[in-house]
């Protein structure tokens, strides 16, 4: 490959091999494109926001590899396949891709972790959340919009910390983790409709007194 074929993913994929030492840093990248032969404007082309761009694509592409394997894999079940168990295969696929590299993750953890990176790390996790719930064949557009991705965010945080825990060969402990987890989400719609229910009652007061209130003002 040419310097000038070298893809953003080719970079990220080339760099995997100086993270486990240096992590995900401007020294990893400065190392991997000394090792690929670029200059600092091929560098600034391919990644112009730096680590932090280049941190975003390979989520990016993560999360694209994820929803590729997962079509392909279920084509001819997607129509019937129940939300629940789309969600727990796309997490398990992401969990595959990550397998190869998990001493990478683990330095991508700590990277996530550094207050300066709070807002990018919020940013991927929802995008990648939001791609799961959406290949799930999720349409909501009320409040269930973001509590679904906030729960599903607490699964996906505590199964990557059994994921790197994990030293089965084919994720055994991961999986009964995160199968465990999706177990206790789905007690949770049962336990919260009371309360959907008092909501909406509330809802429907203030805006009967709304309306009351515009009544008697234009009299």
Same mark, same amino acid.
């Given at each position: 490959?040419?310097?000038?074929?070298?893809? @953003?993913?080719?970079?990220?994929?080339?760099?995997?091999?100086?993270? =486990? #030492?240096? *992590?995900?840093?401007?020294?990893?990248?400065?190392?991997?494109?000394?090792? /690929?032969?670029?200059?600092?404007?091929?560098?600034?082309?391919?990644?112009?926001?730096?680590?932090? *761009?280049?941190?975003?694509? *390979?989520?990016?592409?993560?999360?694209?590899?994820?929803?590729?394997?997962?079509?392909?894999? #279920?084509?001819?079940?997607?129509?019937?396949? =129940?939300?629940?168990?789309?969600? +727990?295969?796309?997490?398990?696929?992401?969990?595959?891709?990550?397998?190869?590299?998990?001493?990478?993750? +683990?330095?991508?953890?700590?990277?996530?972790?550094? @207050?300066?990176?709070?807002?990018?790390?919020?940013?991927?996790?929802?995008?990648?959340?939001?791609?799961?719930?959406?290949?799930?064949?999720?349409?909501?557009?009320?409040?269930?919009?973001?509590?679904?991705?906030?729960? /599903?965010?607490?699964?996906?945080?505590?199964?990557?910390?059994? #994921?790197?825990?994990?030293?089965?060969?084919?994720?055994?402990?991961?999986?009964?983790? /995160?199968? +465990?987890?999706?177990?206790?989400?789905?007690?949770? @719609?049962?336990?919260? +409709? @009371?309360?959907?229910?008092?909501?909406?009652?509330?809802?429907?007061?203030?805006?009967?007194?709304?309306?009351?209130?515009?009544?008697?003002? *234009?009299?």
């Amino acid at each position: 490959m040419s310097r000038s074929e070298i893809t @953003p993913e080719a970079f990220i994929e080339a760099m995997l091999v100086h993270v =486990p #030492f240096d *992590g995900w840093t401007e020294a990893a990248m400065q190392t991997t494109a000394d090792q /690929l032969g670029l200059s600092a404007s091929q560098m600034t082309q391919l990644f112009p926001q730096g680590i932090t *761009g280049l941190v975003e694509t *390979g989520s990016d592409d993560i999360d694209r590899h994820m929803a590729e394997i997962f079509m392909n894999r #279920f084509a001819d079940d997607m129509d019937m396949m =129940p939300v629940h168990k789309k969600i +727990r295969e796309l997490l398990l696929i992401r969990f595959e891709i990550l397998q190869p590299n998990k001493e990478a993750v +683990r330095k991508m953890v700590a990277f996530m972790a550094q @207050p300066a990176q709070a807002k990018l790390g919020s940013k991927l996790l929802y995008k990648t959340l939001d791609r799961v719930w959406r290949i799930a064949g999720d349409r909501s557009t009320d409040y269930n919009f973001y509590t679904k991705r906030a729960t /599903l965010g607490a699964v996906y945080g505590s199964t990557m910390l059994a #994921f790197l825990d994990d030293d089965t060969a084919d994720m055994q402990k991961t999986r009964a983790f /995160l199968d +465990r987890r999706l177990q206790d989400v789905a007690k949770v @719609p049962k336990a919260t +409709r @009371p309360l959907q229910a008092a909501f909406s009652a509330i809802g429907r007061m203030l805006k009967g007194a709304g309306s009351m209130r515009r009544k008697t003002s *234009g009299r």
